[in-house]
């Protein structure tokens, strides 16, 4: 889920899934990102897992002030959802 108070950034403005662009393609850790889909609360990311430890980075843009509380993160490997992670977090952050 996105953190409230946040959009996705969409460098290119053309539909809201596509294939990987140039600036975020290549491995982040152990994914590989193959196609991503930004739908209005979540970004979806699906990709190679080589397993260990993956990170992936998007843009984000404020929209909202106040105090948010950031929403816990889930994956799951799409055709064995046995293998799966989440973290909670605690975290706040504000927009000014």
């Known amino acids: 889920l996105l953190p409230p108070g946040l959009e996705i950034e969409d460098s290119r403005l053309l539909t809201r899934s596509a294939i990987v662009p140039p600036e975020l393609a290549g491995k982040s850790g ?17 990709g190679d897992f080589s397993g260990g430890a993956a990170e ?18 889930r994956c799951e490997a799409m055709y064995s959802p046995q293998i799966q992670g989440s973290l909670v977090s605690n975290a706040v952050f504000e927009v000014k």
Do not use: I, N
Not at 30 to 46: H, I, N, Q, S, W
Not at 56 to 73: E, H, I, L, M, Q
């Open 56 to 73: 992936f980075v998007y843009p984000a843009r404020a929209t909202t002030r106040g105090r948010f509380k950031v929403p816990p993160f």
């Open 30 to 46: 152990a994914l590989t990102p193959v196609r991503l889909e930004k739908c209005g609360d979540r970004y979806l990311v699906f």
